[in-house]
């Protein structure tokens, strides 16, 4: 009695997709988005404990002793952010592709590149750089110690001012757009975003209240709303990835059984 033949498993799969699926590129940059925040949720959360951060009010020998508690944290997690730190490029290059087949200048989508490749620095590697500065040289004075922290946080929560012109880039091509590539109503979204930089700001003036670094605005109301974007423009991106044609001009409501083949695991 004759077998079926096996497909030859999820290598196979993958050797199929990666020969003959015409969005592959779209496909590899919509799920290193996904890893990329999947990591950056652990390693800030759970590894290096930056999430939520600690108290601006420490006095230096209080400062240097939270280096110490989570100094293996900080090396190593930041060691893993330094690592994972080139995907960030693909999640962008994943909006602005969104944004070429809007229609809308290419300026945006360059703009938009441009402008999250640079805020990367302040928003995510200069404050793991100041943290592990402090956390690899422990025999520091705890002034410098605790100058390191006040800059790492404070840039961490209230350098905010790239990700606002990057949002704002994003929510007017949307809002301009005639090709119905985001709906609207991601577009009004993109104003909440927006409006959680500018609350960010008074974190370098408040060392208490709400407006400190770890305030119920500047940090946790700030958090939630960006947690809630971020979901809703991965899944909106993921529609877009499937509706595509790899053509000009509107996307189709139904795609096109040539051009739907995804990345199935």
Known sequence: MSRAPRDGGLAARLREQWRQNPKLELWLAWWTMVVFYQIFGIVFVLMTRVMPPPKPWWEPERVA???????????????????????????????GYSMRRM?????????Y????SVSAFPGMLLAALLLCAGALRPDRDPQIISWLYDAAFMTFVGTMGLFLVGTAVWMVAILLDKNRVFPLWFGYLNICNLLTE?????AWIFKAGPFAWNGVITFWIDTLVFAVY???????????????????????ETPQLATTASLRF
């Open 65 to 95: 002793q939270w280096f110490a508690d989570t100094h293996d944290g900080l090396v190593w997690g930041f060691g893993i952010i330094f690592l994972i730190s080139f995907m960030a490029p693909a999640c962008n290059a994943l909006i």
């Open 103 to 111: 229609s809308v200048s290419p300026v945006f989508a360059y703009s």
């Open 113 to 116: 590149i441009a402008i999250y």
């Open 198 to 202: 500018v609350v960010v700001a008074p």
């Open 230 to 252: 971020t979901a809703v423009f991965i899944a909106l991106l993921r529609r877009m990835t499937v509706r595509d044609d790899l053509r000009e001009g509107p996307l189709p």
